[in-house]
């Protein structure tokens, strides 16, 4: 079993502790993936600046492969935050540097290197939306993170994105459980297999079309913060998944997505204990 996260990559930097952190969505879940037993890799491209050696040691640090990945010249991302009784207060980002600048293209080389792997994760930070179609018939399952921002559930967004994914990722924290339910299924109506809505300590919902499965949350009483508690989420319910048999061949049945449910809970609670996405902090130069 082999994850790839494909894109974004970023530097999270805490100004209350002046601690700057490895991250992104897309090497999150490769870092989480590599952390619950499964081969890993991340894909995307580095900045030429010493930020950009910072973020690709710890990832390999970490048993990720990056030796994929591409260096360009330029600044990497920086995204400036501050916690507030537990929970992340995104501050702005620098809009993240090179890496979502100059994203990497998928030329015959790539995708060949892509189809030895059995998921592929990206984002809305990614900007690798034109990529997607490249990734239909490939072989690997397709994730793709949507986030919260209005603008990712425009039809036109959706309309774009959600053909080309197996399982779409909504972070629904701030909707009601009959509007989440109401978004994951017009993101099935217009294409994705399969779409998973965290709602934080109210827990997540997860629909295939025809059916909706939900499972509480498996709250922690002593939070370190709760950045990549999302991302931790969608990789322990993917990878549960993936070790129940679901390929582009084989949809998952309704047992195997309640487990992933509850698999994705106890990963987000393991999660909120943990300082930045993943470790490896240092003070900020």
Known sequence: MRVLGFGD??????????????????????VYARRLGVAS?????????????????????????????VVRSGESGVSHLKVDDGDRVFLGWNGGG??????????????????????VHSSVYSRSEEELPKL??????????????????????LDRVCPHADLVLLSCSHLDEEATAALLAEAVRRGARLALGTRGVHGAIASDGRRMLSAPAD??????????????????????????????????????????LVAGA????????????????RRTP
Not at 142 to 157: M, N, T
Not at 235 to 244: C, Y
């Open 98 to 119: 090179v890496t979502v600048r100059e994203p990497l293209t998928l030329d015959d080389d790539l995708l060949g290197y892509v189809g030895g792997f059995d998921l």
């Open 266 to 281: 106890a990963a987000a609670r393991a999660q909120c204990q943990v300082e930045g996405a993943f470790g490896h902090g």
């Open 136 to 157: 239909t018939g490939l072989g690997p399952l397709v994730s793709f993170d949507l986030s919260s921002e209005d603008e990712h559930r425009d039809p036109g967004y």
């Open 41 to 69: 890799a991340y894909l995307g491209v580095f900045g030429d600046d010493e930020l950009g050696g910072f973020l690709r040691s710890a990832i390999a640090a970490e048993g990720v492969a990056v030796d994929r990945c």
């Open 9 to 30: 990559n970023i530097v999270d930097r805490f100004v209350d502790r002046g601690i700057d952190y490895p991250g992104g969505n897309s090497v999150n879940v490769a």
């Open 219 to 260: 709250l922690a009483s002593d939070i370190v913060d709760t950045m990549g508690c999302g991302d931790a989420f969608v990789t322990g319910f993917a990878v549960s998944l993936l070790r129940d048999g679901w390929s582009a061949q084989a949809p998952a049945t309704p047992a195997a997505i309640e487990r992933a």
